[in-house]
Every structure is written in C-alpha cells, then in structure tokens.
C-alpha cells in the first residue's frame, strides 16, 4: 500500500459506458470518501478481491462511501459491453460500473495492475493505493479512517465478515506453486515442446493442430490439447468458442474426480462456450506436482491464460 502525497482524484471522463448509474462526475462525489476498483472480467486477483470491495460497497455506503469499479479490459473480448454487465450481474455487483475500453481512466491514474485501489478522502485526494490481493483488514481499516475524517464519527468499528465461494474463495496459498501462464504468443512462457509425461512443473505444451497468435492460440482439428504439469489447489483456464465446444480434463492421465472444478462433472467432462475464466480443477488435497491435460472434442476453441489458486 502507498502512500501519496495529496494527489488529486483524475477524471472518470474518459468511461465508455456506465453500468449501474448515469455518468460520475466531480459534482456527484464532491464530500464522499471514494474508491475505486480497477479490474477485468476474467481476473482471477479480482475474483478472489471483489467480496471485500462488495462488503465495504454494502456496509459504508450510508456513511458517504461511494465505490466505483472501473472495468478495464486483458484481452480483446473483454471489451463487449455485454459481458461486462453479465458479469456485474453475476458477481451482485450493485455500486456503479465505469466501462473503460479505451483506457481513458486507466491513464488518468497512471495504472498498471489488476486489480487495483484507490482510496480518495472527502476532499478529492488519493490517499493510499493497493495493488493485487491481500491488507482487506488494513484497506477497511483506511475506509473508516476516511469517513471519519470526512464527519462520520459513529462508523461502525467491527470488520466485515467475508468467505469467497467458488471462484471468489481465497488461494491456497500455503502450496500454491504455479504462476499465471499465458498461451499466446506475446507472452507465453514456460512453453516447451516435449510430450505431456515428459514436461517439469509449470511447463506446458500444445498437442495436435493449433495457431498461436499474440495473446491466444486456436485449435484448427478436433482431438487437440493443453497440458500443464502444476503445483496448485486450482486449476483455471480462460477460454472460449464461438460455438459450444465440449471437452474432458484428466489428472495424471484420470478422471478428476473429486478433484473436478466447477466447470467440470466428476468424469471431467465440459463445455467451452463464451469467452470466460473455467474452473476446472479444485483438489480436496494433498498438493502435489500433477499432470493437467484438457483435450478438445471439436475445433475452434481459443485459450488465453491459465491462473491457479
């Protein structure tokens, strides 16, 4: 967390679009403590984030906190609006939502990291910023530090209670081992060319018919895989298709069990659709190096990224 010396909240001018609220402006939040939430729809940081800044949306606004998420968009079709307001929905995302697609805002606040919070006192200054995960006690302890500033000497004290469920639960991060891997070509890494049995941990490779480009890779024949060898809890992978493309995932070679994700029944049998983050793997434990492999039963699916938890 940093601390700034007095700067000036930038314009939100430069949002597309605003999701759950007209236009904000410096007229609308003149007197309120302010923070804004950079994120992007398949984040899997933000994820594991958002049930706090939701919470402090929840528990602080009647004492002048006003939350603003500013959606910036990773990848390319991040940037339809339909998906963003999906997902506002599905995360009960009620505060307002600045679509930023050309990155006006993103700009004006010099930001580099998903997600990222602003903390903004009742007079326009940014106060402190947090980047990624983590210091949820220390950021709500910040928000009532401001509204007290700002006159509201009753806020409540106590902290939020906040359990993430699904993906929104917290890292393991006791074994988390494995870092986010993208599959195209800009800034893939780790990628090797051995067969799957052969690959060390947190090697991956491509088996059968695949175009990589910039930041995704498209399998062209069915039959075609992605496999990983990992140390983590999670496994996820952000994919889609522009048709339904069915899939099955196994674990050194079986059938997940009860180890399967979200996405994924216990014969590790799925569907590839919209582009989106998939949960394929969640394991009860223990937490060892294992072989994830993902096979594609029809053509055009295109994956992006792996992240773990």
């Known amino acids: 967390m940093t601390i700034f010396q007095r ?3 930038p314009s939100l001018g430069g949002a597309n679009e605003w999701l759950n609220s007209e236009p904000i402006g410096p007229a609308e939040l003149r007197g309120h403590v302010v923070l804004v939430n950079f994120w992007t729809l398949t984040c899997i940081n933000w994820l594991r984030q958002e049930p706090y800044v939701r919470a402090w ?5 009647d004492d002048g906190l006003v939350v603003i998420g500013a959606h910036t968009p990773e990848f390319s079709f991040e940037h339809e609006i339909d998906l963003v307001r999906q997902a506002t929905k599905e995360r009960d995302i009620d505060y307002p939502v600045a679509v930023d697609n050309d990155y006006g805002i993103w700009s004006a606040f010099d930001n580099q990291y998903w997600p990222a919070l602003y903390f903004i006192d009742a007079q326009g200054h940014i106060r402190h910023q947090q980047f990624g995960e983590g210091e949820y006690d220390r950021s709500e302890r910040l928000i009532q530090q401001l509204l007290a500033e700002a006159g509201h000497a009753d806020v409540d004290r106590s902290l939020v209670a906040v359990k993430g469920q699904g993906a929104e639960a917290a890292a393991d991060w006791r074994t988390l081992q494995s870092p986010e891997t993208y599959l195209g070509r800009a800034l893939g890494e780790r990628y090797s060319s051995h067969e799957p049995a052969s690959l ?9 018919d695949w175009t990589r480009q ?6 062209n024949e069915r039959g075609g895989k992605v496999a990983y060898r990992f ?3 999670d496994v996820h992978l952000i994919m889609g298709s522009g048709t339904p493309v069915r899939f099955r995932v196994r674990l050194d070679g079986q059938a997940p069990a009860a180890a399967h994700g979200l996405d994924v029944d216990e014969s590790g049998n799925g569907t590839a659709s919209g582009p989106r983050m998939y949960q ?18 029809e053509p055009g699916v295109e994956v992006f990224d792996f992240t773990f938890g």
Request: no cysteine.
């Open 7 to 9: 700067t000036h909240l």
């Open 57 to 61: 949306s929840q528990a602080y606004r």
């Open 200 to 208: 060390r941990v947190n090697q991956w490779t491509l088996v059968g």
């Open 214 to 219: 910039n930041d995704l890779a498209r399998l």
């Open 231 to 233: 140390h983590a809890r």
């Open 280 to 297: 394929l793997i969640r394991q009860p434990g223990p937490i060892v190096d294992r072989l994830f492999e993902i096979e594609f039963l």
